[in-house]
């Protein structure tokens, strides 16, 4: 049974940072692309960012680039997300998703999310 | 950018046939994928690679996808199937989610 764990969500000021991870287990983190994909309260999905299997791919939605970096560490199964100079509409559950291997489009298992709220 | 729109709401009497439109300039050109999610929970992928069902995924889910728009069917709709739905593409290195689309089984 593949798990997806995120952790690290809490309530930040505007302007500071914050670091998701997303521990997996129970597959071979190593050959997976991986994404996060945000959820503001009440709202859609949005998808956040994307990280190839080993790492050398990056790609980001226009809403967050060059304030979020995606990383992963694949000797210790984790997804990271480090998130700087937040805004009150980066408010969200933050979902770390495995897309499926030979595939560029759907994600087959998503983790429980993690709320992040950013207010003063 | 790349959009892609879901009608905001369905509604279903139970028994019958739901049908949840998705569209997008030529999604019929690329794969279009479904998921579903219930109030509180993480989306589940329902349909893949515009007509493929994942593994626990009933039968009555189906899925195609042609021109300019991408439709999910529930046959036989049950009070479990309500949930919001959001269909999903990728294009030029971004995925992209629909609106979402609230089905209502009453």
């Known amino acids: 049974q593949v798990q997806l764990v995120e952790s690290g969500g809490g309530v930040v000021q505007p302007g500071r940072s914050l670091r998701l991870s997303c521990a997996a287990s129970?597959?071979?983190?190593?050959?997976?692309?991986m994404h996060w994909v945000r959820q503001a309260p009440g709202k859609g999905l949005e998808w956040v960012a994307l990280?190839?299997?080993?790492?050398?791919?990056?790609y980001y939605a226009d809403s967050v680039k060059g304030r979020f970096t995606i990383s992963r560490d694949n000797s210790n199964n984790t997804l990271y997300l480090q998130m700087n100079s937040l805004r009150a509409e980066d408010t969200a559950v933050y979902f770390c998703?495995?897309?499926?291997?030979?595939?560029?489009?759907?994600?087959?298992?998503w983790g429980q999310g993690t709320l992040v709220t950013v207010s003063s | 950018s790349y959009d892609l729109t879901q009608p905001p709401s369905v509604s279903v009497s139970p028994g019958q046939t739901a049908i949840i439109t998705c569209s997008g300039d030529?999604?019929?050109?690329?794969?279009a994928c479904w998921y579903q999610q219930k109030p509180g929970h993480s989306p589940v992928l329902v349909i893949y690679q515009d007509n493929k069902r994942p593994s626990g995924i009933p039968e009555r889910f189906s899925g195609s996808n042609s021109g300019n728009t991408a439709t999910l069917t529930i046959s036989g709709t049950q009070a479990m199937d309500e949930a919001d739905y959001y269909c999903q593409a990728w294009d030029s290195s971004t995925w992209v989610f629909g609106g979402g689309t609230k089905l209502t089984v009453l």
């Open positions: 990280i190839s299997y080993d790492g050398s791919k990056k």
């Open positions: 998703a495995r897309e499926t291997v030979g595939s560029t489009t759907e994600f087959d298992s």
């Open positions: 030529k999604l019929g050109d690329q794969y």
């Open positions: 129970e597959f071979t983190f190593s050959i997976y692309a």
